[in-house]
């Protein structure tokens, strides 16, 4: 039975992928800095991780066949002041350079690196030009230079690892991240306009991601960087569009002007209104298959009640 390690296991993404993994009879091992947790699911433990204070289990690292990167300080968790800038970077690119240093010493084993990275690597989308590819430069701003010396981390992986790097899209699940933001008003009877509406968000839904990630740690013709997204683009306005029609209906729109989201939000309002149109087209080319490429199905989905 081959064993997967995940670090920021205990997010939403890492939540899905390790119910997934599970569910195929893999051995999942979560390494976390908490360790308070109740007793984890069958099939499931717990290791402790800390790559603040450079603390790892190497007992547990040592049993790895792959490890899955996912920590990282949340990007739109708090207001973007110089010091939560810092806190975004230093998880993200001295975590990895952690990670991959032990790996690199200790996971004899592990011959599959699956690392995070994300779309914000890429800059402003305009309509004539054509979406981003895996090919692009990283754009100038602070959230583009994060995602540049990340996955330059990551690649030092390649020397011992067959090293996949995912950009992930705007993730849609219903326990957290944008989705619930975008719900909880539609359910109250209004719609979020933010700003024009009209900027580009490239999505992918929480199940299909956790698919992709299992995809590439299974598939050994899959290496290199992908983008982590759907073929279908949408914009803000049709994201709520869609949330508001599967809830059964008109909503009320509230306009959101980028002046007060530049003064409630910071540097951060940048990437709120910021249109990003990224391809999907290689990772498709590689063989993987959405089950939620559309964002109406995809909104369905995540709203579904769950079964008793």
């Not at 109740?38 to 792959?66: F, I, N, V």
């Not at 959230?143 to 540049?148: E, G, H, K, N, Y």
């Not at 982590?228 to 569009?241: E, M, N, Y």
């Not at 910021?274 to 109406?296: L, M, Q, W």
């Amino acid at each position: 039975m081959k064993t997967i390690g995940i670090t920021g296991g205990t997010g939403l993404i890492g939540k899905h992928l390790s119910a997934l993994l599970t569910a195929k009879g893999l051995q999942v091992i979560i390494f976390t800095r908490r360790m308070s947790l109740k007793k984890a699911p069958r099939g499931m433990s717990y290791a402790h991780w800390d790559e603040t204070r450079k603390e790892c289990d190497l007992a547990a690292l040592r049993q790895l066949d792959a490890m899955v990167h996912l920590a990282g300080a949340g990007v739109a968790d708090k207001r973007w002041t110089d010091k939560r800038k810092q806190e975004i970077t230093d998880s993200r690119v001295k975590g990895t350079r952690f990670l991959v240093d032990l790996l690199r010493e200790h996971g004899d084993k592990c011959k599959t690196f699956i690392a995070a990275s994300a779309t914000g690597y890429y800059g402003p989308y305009h309509p004539s030009d054509e979406p981003f590819t895996e090919n692009a430069a990283p754009y100038t701003d602070f959230l583009a230079a994060t995602c540049r010396d990340w996955e330059a981390e990551s690649h030092k992986a390649e020397a011992f690892a067959r090293t996949v790097i995912l950009r992930f899209g705007i993730v849609l699940g219903k326990e957290s991240g944008a989705f619930p933001q975008f719900a909880q008003p539609v359910s109250l009877g209004v719609a979020p306009v933010l700003g024009l509406g009209n900027q580009v968000i490239s999505w992918i839904e929480v199940d299909d991601l956790a698919r992709l990630i299992s995809f590439a740690i299974e598939q050994p013709h899959v290496k290199g960087i992908y983008n982590a997204v759907t073929p279908d683009r949408v914009t803000q306005r049709g994201l709520i569009k869609a949330i508001a029609t599967a809830k059964g209906g008109y909503r009320l729109p509230v306009h959101v002007p980028a002046t007060l989201l530049k003064i409630l939000l910071g540097e951060l309002s940048t990437e709120v209104l910021k249109s990003c149109a990224v391809s999907a087209d290689k990772i498709i080319k590689a063989g993987f298959t959405f089950r939620h490429p559309h964002i109406d199905g995809a909104v369905k989905a995540i709203l579904k009640p769950e079964k008793a």
